[in-house]
Every structure is written in C-alpha cells, then in structure tokens.
C-alpha cells in the first residue's frame, strides 16, 4: 500500500508493528478469535456524536457493517457483449473428485490484512437459511461461491492481482466492463449484470470461476493454459457489485461454457471440502486495515467506500473528515478516538461501539483549531492499535 512520510505531506504516519493499514501507526491486536459458528448475520446503524474541548469537537458520523461483500448471490445472465468462449470436445473421463483439485489461494496475503472473506458458500440446504461450513452465518441463502472483500477502492486502485487457483485452461474470459460500481443491491443492474470474470477448468472436471474483476485487468486468454499463483486479474467491483473484491466459485463438472450456466451450476464449497493447500483463518482476530482521512466530512457509506487519497494539510477551524476500516469486529467491542493538541494535551475523545461483523467502517469528523502537529490515538477496548498526526495549518 501507499505509505506517506514525513517529508511527502503535511499528515504523517509512522508504523510501529505489524499490519496493512494505510501509513497508520499499527499495534497488533490482541482479541481472542471466535470458535467456528459465532459469526451472525448483522446489519449497519447510524452514529451518534461525542465531542467537546474548545479546540472543537470529535463527531461519529456513522458507521456500517458489510456481511458479505455487497454482491449478488444470484445469477446473472450476461449477454455476448464482451465474452469470448473456449470450445470442449471429447476427452478422458473426470474424476469429480474435490481430492483431486488441491487449490492455493486466489488473493495473496492473509485474512483479515488486505482482505476479508465476507461470505462463505451456503451448506444449509434449507430455504431461507444460510450458513457456512463452520456452523456460523457469514453466507446467504442459496450462496454457492466466496465472497472477498478489501477495504475501499483506494486498496483496490492500487492494484489486488487475482491468482488461478488450480492448474488448468482458460475457456472463458469477460473483460471490459465498468468496476466501479456502488449502492446496495436495489440499485444492482438487471441481468445481464456485465461483471468481468475468467473461467477455468481443470483436469478433475471442476471448473473456478474469478468474478468482478477489475475492467481490462485480465492477462490471459481462452485456450491458455495457467498455472497455480498465476495472475489471472485483479480484484475490483464489476458486475453487481456494490464494494471492490472478488467472487470465486468452484463449479461442478456438469457446468457448460457460457456465462448463465455458469452463474446456475451447482457449487462445490472448498472450505467443506477441505480443497484448499493451506485454509483461511475462519473468523480471524479484529483487525485495523485502513484509514482515512480529508478536509470536509464523509456523507455516508458510498463515500466512505471510495476515500480518495489522504488529505496533505487542514487549515485552523475546518472539518477533518476521518474514517475507519475494520475486519472482523465483535459485538460488546469498542473503539476510542483521543485527539491531543500539540503539547500532547487530550482535548477531546469520542467512544464508538462495534458490532459482530466481517466488516465494519465507522467515521465522523473533528474541528481543530491550534495550529501544530495534533496526534490522535486509536483505542480498540483501552488498547492502542494505531496512531496517526495530523498538521493544522
């Protein structure tokens, strides 16, 4: 990620220890991780506000959590626009054997740094209830791939490659679609729902499937052969896709080459399945990933979500809009924001509560008038997890 020093702008980071977050300060958390089956399903609430000193005031603007990654668990049925398809003819008999197609991770690092796994395949057969392999509900009902998520657009602007996860052949690829896309699922597009994808099977019948990509980010081509850890694209937020990730699915070896079969095919879950080289931590401890911060205050989730770069200075008395990005928070945990004037006098603080959720962005903003170097502590439950300074000009 994009660190910036003390020499490149006027709001410095330092990093102590450990972590992804955006140039922030990062001590690591501590939190015990949950056992398997833990995880409910919740939704976003509004913020309140806290805040006094006369240097201004710290305001909590809002917050959201993100089970899942804001993409469809449906089908789509995309149209030729943009679609290339291989051709099959026939061959040795498959296994259809889960044993038989050993994966290795289709996004680098760990979970919980630069990205979250939001959305595990539903197990549960029954209708109107999700769950995932670990007994918990971070799925959605009838949900047959994993849904990844990254922090905001500014993560995933820089660039989040998207490796094969198996040996195999390319026999589809859509590209050049618009990533960027925002909203909630009411606003997602009627199919075809044009999300960027490479389809690719492999020599035991099975089939996986890289969705919402990053327009023109894909490399290969139908007919190629890839490797494991190869670069197939990049993580982004085409199709109906309301935050930057991917969807990846293991498909059955019953599915067709062409984009609605693929989206209807029956799911084999990886992580039921025990597929994968080394598993994702279920439900790993909360983490810090980013933050950011700009003069002017963050309207809601839509523009928390695309931050833009950080502010370089913030002129005596304006709003500095700041914002938070979570992994894997816990109901009953709290985060505490202690703003300190340059001769480190606490002047103020504001006390946020969390929820259980895979994700969760918080922001507010604060007015601060001394002109100097402010430094800002980030608590999680009284412990220091980050800092950062900000220069009032």
């Known amino acids: 990620m994009r660190k910036t020093s003390a020499s490149a702008g006027l709001v410095r980071f330092a990093r102590i220890a450990g972590g992804l977050l955006l140039g922030m300060t990062v001590v690591g958390c501590t939190q015990p991780d949950l056992p398997p089956g833990t995880m409910p399903e919740l939704g976003g609430s ?12 710290a305001t909590s603007g809002g917050s959201e959590s993100d089970h899942g990654n804001g993409m469809s668990a449906g089908t789509d049925d995309s149209g030729d626009d943009g ?8 061959g040795p008999a498959f296994s259809c054997l889960p044993q038989d197609l050993p994966l290795v991770h289709p996004l680098s690092g760990s979970h919980g740094d630069v990205w979250v796994i939001a959305g595990y395949p539903d197990t549960n057969e029954t209708e109107g209830v999700a769950e995932d392999y670990a007994g918990g509900h971070l799925s959605f009902d009838q949900f047959s791939n994993t849904a990844y998520t990254v922090a905001n657009f500014r993560v995933a602007d820089e660039g989040v490659p998207v490796h094969a996860a198996a040996d195999g052949v390319v026999a589809l690829v859509e590209d050049g679609f618009a990533d960027r896309n925002v909203g909630d699922f009411g606003s997602c597009p009627a199919p075809p729902s044009n ?7 492999h020599d035991n019948g099975f089939a996986t499937v ?6 023109d980010s894909v490399p290969v081509e139908v007919g190629e052969t890839v490797v494991a ?16 990730g991917l969807l990846f699915k293991v498909a059955d070896c019953d599915v067709e080459l062409d984009a609605g079969s693929i989206d209807a095919a029956a799911g084999v879950d990886p992580f039921r399945e025990r597929m994968w080289t080394a598993e994702p931590q279920y439900a790993p401890s909360t983490r810090l990933q980013d933050g950011a911060w700009r003069v002017g205050a963050f309207i809601d989730a839509e523009d928390v979500v695309d931050p833009g770069d950080n502010t370089t200075s913030v002129p005596s008395g304006a709003e500095l809009g700041w914002a938070l990005y979570w992994a894997h928070t816990r109901a009953g945990q709290s985060v505490r924001l202690v703003w300190r004037r340059p001769d480190l006098t606490p002047v103020f603080e504001l006390t946020r509560e969390l929820e259980q959720a895979p994700r969760w962005m918080n922001w507010g903003t604060a007015t601060l008038s001394t002109v100097g170097v402010w430094h800002v502590d980030i608590l999680l439950d009284d412990a220091l997890i980050a800092a950062f300074t900000v220069e009032v000009t």
């Open 195 to 201: 999300a960027n994808r490479v389809f690719v099977r």
């Open 83 to 90: 679609v290339s398809e291989g051709e099959t003819g026939d």
């Open 46 to 57: 509004s913020g309140g506000t806290d805040g006094s000193g006369g240097d201004g005031g």
């Open 229 to 244: 850890g190869q670069v197939i694209g990049a993580v982004g937020s085409s199709g109906c896709s309301t935050r930057p």
């Open 210 to 215: 890289y969705s919402q990509l990053k327009r």
